[in-house]
């Protein structure tokens, strides 16, 4: 019960530092805040109960990606209906194409066996004690991580941009204002946040096992 307990105490204290934060810049209000965590409570009384069946879909049905990418890509041209361009409009497809990436990764750990999960005999799972070797590990499992994913980041955000901007014929003088345009906005967030998702999930972690330091 302590490792629960303990998780559960620190991603309250980081969604209050967020709150607090978005309050502290100006970004939203006292009110706003308040009725998110109302919504959030309404989404999770909604959806809790089918997270296992959803999760179970995910990483077994054949058609899992396909439909996962379609949903995703759709929600987000729905998000991109506001008649002036928003942050939250970005925010919203980042986030649809991160989850689009984090789902078919682990459809494709499932499919390749590469992340089983632990026996019921390994249950409860405590917190190992630290160590230099452990606090080593995951330092190094850190610095390789935000390398990998930051590298594909960028690398995806050089790629994405220019040939949306050329597909959709659109200037590519002034970068910033040509974000803010719905074709090109919404293929790079999706692209880009899906490709590091999708390696997020299944490359970085493939790498780890492969390197002995998961």
């Known amino acids: 019960m302590y490792p629960v307990s ?23 209000s006292i009110l706003d805040v308040i009725v998110g965590f109302f919504y959030a409570v309404l ?6 109960p089918a997270v296992d069946l959803v999760d179970n879909f995910n990483s077994t049905y054949k058609y899992a990606p396909l439909i996962i990418i379609s949903l995703h890509l759709a929600l987000g041209v729905f998000s991109f209906t506001l008649d002036t361009w928003s942050t939250s409009r970005g925010d919203t497809s ?28 390994a249950f409860p799972m405590l917190v190992p ?3 230099v070797t ?19 980041k960028t ?10 901007c050329k597909i959709f014929r659109v200037p590519y003088g002034d970068v910033r204002q040509a974000r803010q345009r719905m074709e090109v906005e919404l293929p790079y967030r999706y692209i880009t946040y899906g490709t590091v998702g999708f390696l997020l999930m299944f490359l970085v972690p493939s790498l780890f096992h492969f390197m002995g330091l998961s």
């Open 134 to 152: 452990v606090f080593g590990k995951a330092m190094l499992r850190l610095l390789i991580g935000v390398v990998i994913l930051l590298l594909s």
């Open 129 to 131: 004690s630290i160590t």
């Open 94 to 121: 980042q986030i649809l194409g991160c989850g689009a990436g984090v789902a078919c990764g682990s459809h494709v750990n499932y499919m390749l066996n590469f992340m089983p999960d632990p026996p019921p005999e």
């Open 155 to 164: 690398a995806m955000k050089k790629i994405t941009i220019p040939l949306a």
């Open 6 to 28: 303990y998780g559960l105490v620190l991603a309250a204290c980081w969604c209050l530092l967020v709150c607090f934060s978005r309050i502290y810049m100006g970004m939203h």
């Open 43 to 48: 989404i999770l009384a909604i959806f809790l």
